[in-house]
């Protein structure tokens, strides 16, 4: 009794231990799988401060504040190229629809809380758990503080909060990802194993028979001695390269023994040995007249695997049929493209478009991965060092942007800090996508920004709220679960629709541009697992960019609509 006592005075004295008990224990029960389906970092991290909430610790709101505002400017700095590119170029049409989703989450939420006379606390957890939009619940934070509430009145609705979103958060995700996953074929009345696969013969238009892999990495290397003049000795190696019908090119030069550095302007000698890449038809012309010998120190061309993002307006919105004819990218492989801020794979077809912010991964011989480099992008090496002029200003101006209060019929209206950050963020991931010199945020900062920034800010949610946590979810649990049922179910019914009928997305895309829009990544595995297909993939990351910003700013919106 005596060590349980001292554990929790620790706790209360040291309520930072508290924070970082909770994200170590909601980590690993978030990760817990039973059989498909896990509760989730947030969900767990939740429940968990509940639990330790009920100690009675108290912690500062100021921690709040700071973790949430840097998880929202990660959140838009990874959505930003794929935001501005659904609102201006041809990701349009996805875009508006996710629009009209999103509209449609606020709208049946708000339509629930007022048949069932909820609060503004309650409705704000109803919203943030059917829609598993976790972000949501700190600018509705945000705006309950600032609604002209009493303290006590505001601590009542801010304690609702996180009833709501754990008593209807397992429904909105596995209900989700049930609807989109199983019901959307069946409303959509396709066969979704078909579809996609017509889908990616059609985006096998053009490729060569061994797939558009073999169009970017077409060569094997030889090394061969010149003995006929004029074959190819007497020749720059410009001119070699172009030699007959099929290009070949020198990777390496041996002259007189020595291995020597050459241009295109080098002429050729009889003699010399050369390391050649080239079409395998190609090359045989060469065994008629000129000796293939065993070179292994010639043959030694430094190979390089790289991921690259790409940002030149060269590649952007051009397939990589359309690529392959491009001089630099002779000799290197394509081994995935990753896409959006979850990185989310897509089809590596002939017909497949990049654009910008895209993670190609590459690899082949230096020197040519090198000059592909130069025409995609930028090279993302990996890196440990973050550019904190550029997080640290690109908050506080997002921030400051974000505190201006417009009153409108006497009531204040403002973005909050929070909602700033993540203004700030889109602009500033859209401005990256051009410019990448302008800030380095590797990938494994932008994780702790977006994971451990949400999770300490519900981790603090939770044990604030642990000690009417229990009270609460014995008052509205059973009729709340039910009202949540129909807050996630109505606007997933009738999403696969509205893009059938009235945006007339292809089949194989339509489910994963409803998951996008409900920014369930959850239930569009579910989907590329049913279809046997990562097609569905290509309708997910503009609805996702749009929907995840729109559905965060409805916290706000829907304490100022009950308020």
Known sequence: MELWNWLVSTLRNSPELAIFLSLAIGYWIGNLKFGSFSL????????????????NIDISSQIKSIFFIMFLFAVGFGV???????LANNGLPQALFAVVISGLCLASTYVIAIIADYGPGLSAGLLAGTQTISASIGLATNAINQSGLSTEAAKAQLDDIP????????????????????LGPKLLRVDLVKECARYEKEMSSGEPEGGIESAWYQYVYRAYQLKTPHFIADKTVSEAENYADGRIFLENLRRNGKIIDFNGDTILKVGDIVAVSGRNETLVEWSNKAEEI?????????????DVIITSKHANNKTLLELTH???????????????????????KAQ????RGDIVSLSGSKKHVDSIIKELGFADRPTSITNMVFVGAGIVLGGIIGSITVPIHGIPLTLSTSGGALISGLIF??????????GSVPSATLWFMNSVGLNIFIAVVGISAGPTFISGVQKVGVALFFWGLLATAIPMILAPLIG?????????????????????????????????????????????AISNTLLTLWGMVIILLLT
């Not at 065993?294 to 790289?306: G, N, R, Y």
Request: net charge positive; with cysteine.
């Open 40 to 55: 989730g970092t947030v969900t767990g991290t939740l429940l968990v401060g509940v639990i330790i909430g009920q100690l």
């Open 80 to 86: 930003g190229p794929q935001f501005v590119r659904g």
């Open 163 to 182: 009833v709501a979103y754990a008593i209807t958060y397992l429904f909105g995700t596995v209900g989700t990802g049930w609807i989109i996953a199983f």
């Open 294 to 306: 065993a070179d292994q120190e010639l043959l030694q061309i430094p190979i390089e695997s790289v």
């Open 326 to 348: 491009v001089p630099q990218a002779r000799g290197v492989y394509i081994n995935r493209i990753r896409r959006g801020s979850l990185a989310v794979d897509i089809p590596v």
């Open 352 to 355: 497949t478009e990049l654009h």
């Open 429 to 438: 991931g859209w401005l990256r996508s051009f410019k990448p010199n302008l």
């Open 500 to 544: 059938k009928y009235i945006f007339r997305f292809d089949p194989a895309i339509n489910l994963g541009c409803c998951g996008g829009a409900r920014t369930s990544t959850a239930s569009v595995a579910m989907v590329a697992e049913a279809s046997k297909s990562n097609v569905p993939m290509l309708g997910y990351t503009v609805p996702y």
